[in-house]
């Protein structure tokens, strides 16, 4: 897939943009705070329906204004066009999605449909932050490859509020009562069950990732830093495991828990408590890593994502790579744009030209757009600012 | 705002008490019924107070009825060896719609839900297993396809598979004149989850 052109209106501080897009390297220029980063938010509506960093439609509206839209037209792999529409009314806080002249309704539906991998600054938790983070970041992955996967997830969860709130009662009255006792039971069963249908997806989806990772690696770093990804379960799982076999490991801890989780009063064991483990050269990167380690193991992440997007969608995704340079030397720097621009069509935000040095030749396939002030601006402009 | 009538006023704050209903449906609700004439306002609040007073629930399958045992329970003609358990009474008006299914029902009242305060107990499970007998062929549970209606169905068919009699689940899958192509893949890969021997 590749975005032809987008237009913003009332978008943050894009009151009136219009943009058109070259098929390789779409390089956005300009000084901190210019409105570059709300290009790429504007092109994440159109393919996810949504922001990837507000938490909130509200915010991205124009102050003083009361609805933004975004246009934009996506040339699909096979060649037909696309045009889809995202406008958000502040009015009665709603955001609507059309292709074409059609609405879409389910907005889960889009997820995977129009495939983008972006790396910003937020996506630093992937590597720094929680396992929660690390999760979340998985549970994306496989969600835009297997809507299966999405419905198990939601699922899981609602099923894990349902117990936790039984366990929570019994916290608060100290006891689990016989009444309790009996609410309970169904509930663990469910959430075993399907708690071990995401274990076992987790442990297949990392099984199959951990090459890319690797791959990705090889191809941005010279010095043989080697990478791993580790699933790390709380119930220990192989992907060849049944998931009776599961099911029966999950019950058992549930059950060695029990007096625990009547005190906390909350489910202790599941996929809900799992842990990503990323390391480098067998240390683990949380621990031992410096911030360039970090950044580049979270590029290799994201160049894995990539490939493992593109084998399973039918299309090929588009990279949104957002102040990607800041902690990364310049060798590393330009092989990562070298590299990824010839992969797929790629928006990058840098303030200055300089960081790309020579890895771009600006020509038909790839162009500088200049932002400055909410607007597009051109080359001489800039300069004579 | 200020009512220039206490009885409109009440009547709005009771309309609105109505699931579904906003404080506008209700004054337009109360304001047609001001205009009605006075023979269908009677039988209109005649209906309400029916409602309360003849209803009730049957003693066997728990289902609304006006009579007990109700209609189906009590129609000779209905297959006895066979019952289907379902959520709420309009599952069982949706089934009867069908008119495939001639065995008995049971209504749970609700499904397992632990938000909104509802556990084994406060559903007619004691019922239903007062209801299992030697010579019952087979139980069919028919809960809503999502979260609470398939741990229901878990929770049951533990509860009931000793008893020895055919357990079964009516099938979740595709709706019939659509194709395939145009199903969500969460409903086609359940679908083939439950697919069937030929």
Redesign the interface.
Known sequence: MKIASAQLRNFRNHTETELEFKTAANALLGENGQGKTNVLEALSYLCLTKSFYAANDGTVVQQGKDFFDVRGTLLLDHGTEQTIRVSYDAAVNRRRYFVGEKEIVTFS?VIGKYPIVILSPENSSITFGTPADRRKFIDLTISQS???Y??DAL?YR??L???N??LS?AARKKMLTA??K??L???T??LV?RGAKIILKRAQFLREFAPYVSDAYAAIVEDGEAPATAYEPQIACSPDDSAAAVEERYRRMLEEKRADEIKTGASLVGPHRDEIAFSLNGLRLRTYSSQGQHKTFLVGLKIAEFFYLKERCSETPVFLLDDVFSELDDPRSTRLVGFIENLAQTFITATSESVFRNALQWNDERQKIFIRNGAPVSEREMITA | MQYTSASVEQLVEEFSQLPGIGKKTALRLALYILKMPRERVASFSAALTNVKEKVRYCSICSNITENDPCIICSNPKRNRFVICVVEEPNDVLALEKTNEYSGLYHVLGGALSPLDNVGPEDLKVKELLARINDSLEEIILAMNPNVEGETTTMYLSRLLKPMGMKISRIARGLPIGSDLEFADEATLSRALEGRVAL
């Open positions: 539906s297997s809507k299966v999405i419905d699922e609602r099923t509020r349902q117990r709130k039984i009662e009444a309790d009996a609410s039971e169904p509930w069963e469910a069950t």
